[in-house]
């Protein structure tokens, strides 16, 4: 298995608090990317990063920034938490571009309840 | 908006019997992954396919990429309660766009 973890695995907080979720990855892989997954909707991709500091939107990314200090650590950040964000929130790590046919690797995720 | 469509969303059949998964897009992508995801888990790739036309077979699962690079399926032979999980396949352009995703349950 890839070395990816999630933490924290379970949150429950309140509309409105701003909330952080931490990746964490052992395997010196360049690409990283954070992922919601919803009933109905797969999983869609919210920011992902090709390297120390360079970050890029994915196609849901309104309400949420990202942070890439260190090559094994990727954080997602909600500022302002609303119920829409309630989902469980997927972590991914790559070796190089996915259009080079490179496979994507998943961490066991985070569920996040907003109340 | 969702460029894959799969098809059908929950599918519950008996151990033995075979069934077939399909994920449409009007759009062309590079390659096409296929992945299964288990309850309380992440994704887990089983495989990708890249040229138009392209079979690859994974033990009874065979996967099938469409000539035009639009579309794909999945076929699985003499399913197993194993089986049981939900699979979802992933456009590849320069990042991967999901499919909704099909719940399969094999009843024992």
């Known amino acids: 298995d890839a070395g990816i973890t999630q933490s924290p695995r379970h949150k429950v907080t309140e509309t409105g608090t701003p909330v952080t979720l931490r990746c964490h990855q052992t395997e010196n892989h360049r690409y990283m990317y954070w992922y919601r997954q919803d009933p109905g909707h797969g999983l869609r991709l919210i920011h992902y990063s090709y390297g120390v500091k360079d970050t890029d939107k994915g196609e849901v990314s309104d309400g949420y920034s990202v942070s890439r200090s260190k090559t094994e650590d990727f954080l997602l950040t909600l500022e302002s938490a609303t119920s829409s964000q309630t989902s469980v929130y997927f972590c991914?790590?790559?070796?190089?571009?996915?259009?080079?046919?490179?496979?994507?690797?998943f961490g066991p995720g985070t569920r996040l309840t907003v109340l | 908006t969702q460029l894959l469509e799969q098809s059908p969303q929950f599918l519950s059949i008996q151990e033995g019997e075979n069934l077939t998964v399909y994920c449409n897009s009007s759009?062309?992508?590079?390659?096409l992954q296929w992945y299964r995801q288990e309850p309380g888990e992440g994704p887990v790739l089983l495989v990708t396919?890249?040229?138009?036309?392209e079979v690859k077979k994974l033990k009874r699962l065979t996967f099938q990429f469409g000539d035009a690079r639009k579309d794909s399926s999945l076929h699985i032979t003499a399913a197993q309660p194993g089986d049981t999980g939900l699979y979802l396949c992933?456009?590849?352009?320069?990042?991967?766009?999901f499919g909704t995703g099909t719940r399969l349950t094999i009843i024992p």
């Open positions: 991914a790590i790559s070796e190089s571009r996915l259009a080079g046919g490179n496979e994507q690797f």
């Open positions: 759009s062309v992508f590079s390659s």
């Open positions: 992933a456009g590849v352009r320069e990042k991967l766009t």
């Open positions: 396919v890249v040229t138009g036309g």
